[in-house]
């Protein structure tokens, strides 16, 4: 096997709380995340000369002009991390097929690299196994190891805690429940999103009493749950994002929410196909702009 290409989905967060600020300048987090139907795609092509080109031996192309594709794309920094855990000497050339936007919240960035790692342990033989694989993504970033799970993960820590939902724990209430995802043309910055928080924390204990009040009551529906505390501080500065949600709870009845730092939000939709999608779209594109970004997905 000379190539594979791996789908690199977007995540949404349906519960976020920051619980304080660690020692080692991370953030301690509790979340509920859960990958999507819609993301990218990457492909992975192994090449003969171990070091072909000044990347080491690694190259990277995108079709999103806007995506850089040096040692900054965590694509890159992931195939160096797995050259130097498993001392894997060959080249490869990545070809990212970019669909989630940047800045938006969903993980894209921390998905492809995950992308990268699984396919290159695929085309070295699987030489890590799947503990060996959290730690390394861990390493790459606090939400990466989420995206080696194939559905609804509780986070915790920097995010590198991972605890998959079993069918008690509010599996059977998430999985393929539509979304509608939309962003508007400006991200936010996660670490400016993380400055604007200090101090405004959501306490351990009440935000693991709010989650564990969802997981343990099965006739609580998925809407019962959405919080990302994020909203506290993207509202203030960014007043386009909750004049939009208040317009499709009055028109809709939606329950949405921002995900991740932002800008991007969602809205779950009905399960019967009666759902006006194209309305929300047309409302969401006047209030935004027509270069607002729009996609209907399910949650995987």
């Not at 924390?201 to 609580?220: F, I, N, Q, S």
């Not at 007043?239 to 939009?244: D, T």
């Not at 317009?247 to 995900?259: D, N």
């Amino acid at each position: 096997m000379n190539s594979v290409t791996v789908f690199s989905p977007a995540k949404v967060n349906l519960f976020l709380a920051v619980t304080g600020r660690r020692a080692d300048g991370f953030h301690d987090l509790l979340s509920l995340a859960a990958p999507v139907t819609f993301g990218d795609t990457l492909k992975f092509e192994i090449r003969n000369s171990k070091f072909e080109n000044s990347e080491g031996g690694f190259s990277l192309e995108c079709t999103d002009p806007g995506v850089p594709v040096d040692d900054s794309n965590l694509v890159l920094k992931a195939a160096r991390a797995f050259r130097a855990a498993t001392g894997w000497r060959g080249g490869a050339k990545f070809t990212l097929e970019k669909h989630i936007p940047m800045g938006a919240g969903l993980g894209g960035g921390s998905s492809n690299g995950v992308a990268a790692l699984r396919a290159l342990n695929a085309l070295a033989g699987e030489p890590l196994g799947a503990a060996a694989l959290a730690q390394l993504a861990a390493q790459l970033g606090s939400d990466c190891a989420l995206f080696l799970h194939d559905g609804p993960v509780v986070l915790r820590g920097r995010g590198d805690i991972v605890e998959p939902l079993d069918a008690s724990g509010g599996l059977a209430r998430l999985r393929g429940r539509r979304l509608l995802i939309f962003k508007p043309d400006f991200g936010i910055s996660t670490a400016g999103a993380y400055t604007a928080l200090a101090g405004n924390y959501m306490p351990l204990a009440e935000a693991e009493a709010r989650l564990a009040g969802w997981l343990g009551d099965p006739k609580a529906p998925a809407e019962a749950l959405l919080f990302n505390i994020f909203e506290r501080v993207a509202f203030s500065k960014y007043l386009a994002l909750p004049a939009l949600l208040d317009e499709l709870r009055r028109r809709f009845g939606f329950a949405p929410l921002m995900t991740g730092s932002g800008s991007a939000c969602f809205a779950m939709l009905g399960a019967n196909t009666e759902t006006p999608v194209h309305a929300v779209t047309t409302a969401i594109r006047e209030a935004w702009g027509p270069s607002a970004f729009v996609v209907e997905t399910t949650i995987a």
